[in-house]
C-alpha cells in the first residue's frame, strides 16, 4: 500500500511484507472489530515501524500544523521549522511573526502560529517544557484537540487511544465498527469496541485502510482484505 506522510510525519523506510487475507466467518458488532483489526494486524503487523524515533514536541505541532493541509506538504514545512528551533524556548525565541512566515504554505497560519507560541508557553509553564504524556493532559494545550492530542499521545508515548480523522471515522461507519455521527461518538465506540491489544496500532491500520482501500467515493472492495467482514450495503461484490 502507499506509504506517504502520515499527519505530516515522515513515513518510515520502505520494508517487505506480504499482505494475506486469511477467510473468516462474518462477525458483528465488537466481535466485527476485533475480527477486522486482526485481519489489518497480520497484514501489517508493524504499523509503527521508525514512529519511536520521533520527538514528542515536534510531533505534536506537526499535528497541529496538519489541519485542513496535506501530509506532504505539512511534512516540508514542519521540516523547515525544526530546522530552526528544537523546543517550546526556542518556539518563543522564534516568534510569533516568523513562525507564521515560515508555516504560511500549510494554511491557517497566523491563528497556528499563535497557538504554537502559547502552546510553547503553556508547556514551559506548566510542565517544564515537556510534551505531557496522556492526551488528556495534551487537550489543555491551546489549538489541541482530541484528535491531535490522542495522535500524539498515541505515536509519542503509545496510550492506547485511537484517534480519529476523516478516515478513521468513514471506515467506522462504513463496516461499521463503531457507528456514530460525530468524532467523539465514534472515538467512545472504538474504545469500547476494539480490544486492547489493538489499541496501540489500530489508528494506523484503520488510517490506511481508509486512505488506500476504503476511500471515500471509489472503495476497492474487489481487493478489500476484510471485505467478507463488512456489512455496508454499498459494497462491490
Not at 520521533?54 to 511534512?75: K, M
Amino acid at each position: 500500500m502507499a506509504r506517504d506522510t502520515l499527519h505530516g510525519i515522515p513515513p518510515p523506510p520502505p520494508r517487505n511484507s506480504a499482505r494475506t487475507a486469511a477467510a473468516s466467518p462474518v462477525a458483528a458488532g465488537a466481535g466485527r472489530a476485533e475480527a477486522v483489526l486482526a485481519r489489518l494486524a497480520e497484514a501489517d503487523p508493524d504499523p509503527k515501524a521508525g514512529f519511536d524515533r520521533t520527538d514528542p514536541f515536534r510531533l505534536l505541532v506537526t499535528v497541529l500544523l496538519s489541519a485542513q493541509s496535506t501530509g506532504p506538504t505539512v511534512s516540508r514545512i514542519a521540516e523547515a521549522l525544526f530546522a530552526r528551533v528544537r523546543d517550546p524556548a526556542g518556539m518563543l525565541d522564534l516568534g510569533e511573526a516568523r513562525i507564521a512566515e515560515i508555516i504560511r504554505p500549510v494554511g491557517l497560519g497566523p491563528s497556528k502560529a499563535r497557538n504554537i507560541v502559547k502552546l510553547s508557553a503553556t508547556l514551559i509553564s506548566a510542565f517544564g517544557g515537556a510534551v505531557p504524556r496522556s492526551s488528556a493532559e495534551m487537550r489543555r494545550l491551546p489549538g489541541i484537540g482530541r484528535k491531535s492530542a490522542e495522535v500524539t499521545a498515541n505515536f509519542a508515548f503509545h496510550e492506547p487511544v485511537i484517534a480519529v480523522d476523516t478516515h478513521v471515522f468513514r471506515v467506522s461507519n462504513r463496516i461499521p465498527l463503531a457507528p456514530g455521527a460525530t468524532v467523539d461518538a465514534v472515538a467512545n465506540g472504538l474504545a469500547m469496541a476494539v480490544p486492547e491489544r489493538f489499541k496501540d496500532g489500530a489508528h494506523i491500520w484503520l488510517f490506511r485502510h481508509g486512505r488506500d482501500t476504503c476511500t471515500a467515493r471509489k472503495p476497492a472492495c474487489m481487493r478489500c482484505p476484510v471485505a467478507d467482514l463488512c456489512a455496508w450495503p454499498g459494497k462491490e461484490v
